[in-house]
């Protein structure tokens, strides 16, 4: 027939009330009993239910009557940890035990409104909040029928209510007299709430409702800090790039750098205009601009697409070093083509007169072309960073 879990009330009723020093009560009481208990089921049909003496005598089951809170009627919602305060007036004494056919324990209040109300009259009977699972099979014992067996019974709370009130439906009702013999019975089921979480119906408050809302929370906080975890590592890496830049921010407002960049600069566009002229507009050119634009001069064919700044610069720097040697072995010819021109026309103005009397050119010819020989021996001597191959 298959299990399912369930919620019950069961009623009895307070008597020998009892003062404590602390101004509480003490009321011994029988909870619960064993038998055959009748619940109302919400389409009307009445199930008969077998609470054996087995499961509710069972150690487990008795230790979790021990301690339980005791409330003023039931709440709408099972006891927990984080509404005990709101909800507990008192509390199950530690001597739980079976008497006979019922379970026996005293019940002690201390709350002062619900003290009263019991010094009034208004509270007079009690009822036991529990869950357990039902095994469908139906049996007899001791000649009466029923149709399920309780199983697994786990007590809740214990609370405090009017006289009648387990007729008002929706609760277990079962009157006891001062002597603990049954006078009345009436038995309902406990209205039992579902909730759908991830396509599955859980009854609320039952051990997999809690143990699933348990599950999500802990995902969720998992999935809370994970997120902050991740934010963190993002912040402390914004913060380094964060330092990093203002690094190198300060770095390149560095006084001396920036005298650095602009003598560099001065003497890039000094060494180009050697080779281009000064009417080569240079202005809002790049380094690597200026550098290919002095390249082409001489080098029309020169391709830069692809090369590197190192390679441009080298070529470069190769470029304006022979041009300038050109340029000063071409002034070295032209001194000593003055020379000879002045050498070939005569006359007093182009001569002077030696130790011995004799006229001699006044521009010397050799001295130039000695001047010119030692200047290239000198340009010779210095390498180029760069030479390019055919």
Not at 37 to 59: C, I, M, N, Q, W
Not at 203 to 208: F, L, N, T
Not at 268 to 292: H, W
Request: hydrophobic residues 30%; negative net charge; contains cysteine.
């Amino acid at each position: 027939m298959g299990t399912e879990t369930v919620e019950r009330l069961d009623v009895g009723r307070l008597s020998q009330i009892e003062r404590t020093p602390q101004g509480g009560l003490r009321i011994p009481a029988h909870l619960t009993r064993t038998g055959v208990f009748a619940y109302t089921l919400p389409d009307g049909s009445v199930r008969r239910e077998l609470r054996h003496p087995d499961e509710v005598f069972a150690k487990d089951s008795l230790a979790t009557l021990s301690g339980a809170p005791v409330t003023n009627r039931h709440p709408a919602t099972p006891v927990r940890p984080n509404n005990w305060r709101k909800l507990s007036v008192g509390h199950v004494g530690e001597d739980v035990k079976a008497d006979g056919r019922f379970i026996a324990a005293p019940i002690l209040v201390q709350d002062a409104s619900t003290i009263s109300d019991v010094d009034k009259g208004d509270l007079k009977e009690i009822s036991c909040g529990y869950s357990c699972r039902l095994d469908n099979t139906p049996g007899e014992h001791n000649g009466e029928h029923y149709d399920a067996v309780q199983t697994s019974i786990k007590y809740n709370h214990v609370a405090l209510g009017p006289k009648g009130w387990g007729r008002a439906g929706n609760e277990v009702a079962l009157r006891l007299d001062s002597n603990g013999n049954q006078i009345e019975r009436q038995e309902e089921i406990m209205p039992t709430k579902t909730i759908r979480i991830d396509g599955v119906d859980y009854e609320v408050g039952s051990d997999a409702h809690l143990s699933k809302v348990e599950s999500m929370h802990k995902a969720k906080l998992d999935t809370v800090t994970a997120k902050a975890d991740d934010e963190k590592k993002r912040a402390d890496a914004a913060e380094g790039e964060r330092d990093g830049l203002k690094k190198e921010l300060a770095e390149a407002n560095d006084p001396k750098r920036l005298d650095g960049l602009v003598s560099d600069r001065v003497a890039l566009v000094s060494t180009a205009r050697k080779v281009l002229g000064d009417e080569e507009k240079l202005d809002g050119k790049t380094d690597r601009e200026i550098m290919i634009a002095t390249i082409r001069h001489d080098d029309e064919d020169f391709d830069a697409e692809g090369k590197s700044d190192e390679y441009v610069r080298a070529y470069f720097e190769a470029t304006a070093k022979g041009s300038t040697r050109r340029q000063d072995a071409g002034g070295i010819k032209a001194v000593a083509a003055a020379a000879r021109e002045a050498s070939a026309k005569g006359g007093d103005k182009g001569k002077r007169q030696d130790g011995g009397g004799e006229q001699v050119d006044r521009f010397d010819a050799k001295a130039a072309q000695q001047r010119m020989h030692e200047h290239n021996r000198e340009l010779a001597s210095q390498p180029l960073r760069f030479t390019r191959s055919n």
